[in-house]
């Protein structure tokens, strides 16, 4: 395991000391977790990024008949 030093404001600082109290754990363990939780949320994001755009690369697009439904799922119709 390889150790990093990360500069954080006093108010993170002591939320994250409070959280580590509150669970009965190390706070690097507290930290750790939470760097890998980041980076695994930003690796999948970029990922479907990618996707997206190798799908429009491919000319893959919703028809019209996509886009509407799903806008119907979400917009009231007028009254």
Do not use: C, H, W
Request: proline fraction near 3%.
């Amino acid at each position: 395991m390889n150790a990093i030093t990360i500069r954080l404001d006093a108010d993170l600082t002591e939320r994250l000391d409070r959280l580590a109290e509150m669970l009965d754990r190390p706070l690097a363990d507290i930290a750790a977790d939470a760097v890998a939780e980041y980076v695994a949320a930003e690796e999948a994001e970029i990922a479907k990024i990618k996707e997206g755009l190798e799908q429009a690369r491919r000319g893959e697009f919703a028809t019209d008949e996509e886009v509407a439904a799903v806008v119907a799922k979400y917009v009231k119709p007028a009254t």
